[in-house]
């Protein structure tokens, strides 16, 4: 099993739509989770930290279920410029980061 | 405070070349850790410096190498390129290793190997 497992994608949305990506991990020894957004050939960007009692930035909604060994992101509104690939990224330890493969999110007019 | 700049941004390299990337990390940062992504997945650690000394692999084989230097730029060096080496390689920096600090990402070198 891959150590971090997001919704394939992409997901084509039209604007003003909730959307939401899931992540599942392995290591059940990850302390700190989070949500990057990478833009077409551009580097990842932290995007929000997910905690156990949920986090919110706007319209973006992280959730983390640690006995599921699960993490979500929910997109409400979504806006054109919202199209990019969203990374789940957990740090098992006090060790680097650790990517999932990433789901793309196409926002359409 | 200057981010993180990577250099060259594009390079074609022929299989069996060798190719050195260069990464300057962000000032106050201390730690450099090196990804590579290949096209449709995230990134993959291939390993991290701190204080100059190889802090941590990932399963990237031996060559894969990397120096990092006493203001705390680092550099990249592959060895025998294969086509597989393809990929955005890329550079980000953090006050200590600790997953508690933030990393910053340089916006990557992308290596096309023919």
Known sequence: ?109 | ETGVTQSPTHLIKTRGQQVTLRCSSQSGHNTVSWYQQALGQGPQFIFQYYREEENGRGNFPPRFSGLQFPNYSSELNVNALELDDSALYLCASSRAPSRDYGYTFGSGTRLTVV
């Not at chain 1, 990506?21 to 020894?29: G, K, L």
């Not at chain 1, 009692?53 to 979504?78: H, K, M, P, V």
């Not at chain 1, 330890?93 to 789901?103: A, C, D, H, R, W």
């Open chain 1, 1 to 109: 099993r891959k150590e971090v497992e997001q919704d394939p994608g992409p997901f084509n949305v039209p604007e003003g739509a909730t959307v939401a990506f899931n992540c599942t991990y392995s290591n059940s020894a990850s302390q700190s989770f989070f949500w990057y957004r990478q833009d077409c050939r551009k580097e990842p960007k932290l995007l929000m930290s997910v905690y156990s009692s949920g986090n919110e930035d706007g319209r973006f909604t992280a959730q983390l279920n640690r006995a599921s060994q699960y993490i979500s992101l929910l997109i409400r509104d979504s806006k054109l410029s919202d199209s990019a690939t969203y990374l789940c990224v957990l740090a098992p330890g006090n060790t680097p980061l650790v990517f999932g493969k990433g789901t793309r999110l196409s926002v359409i007019a």
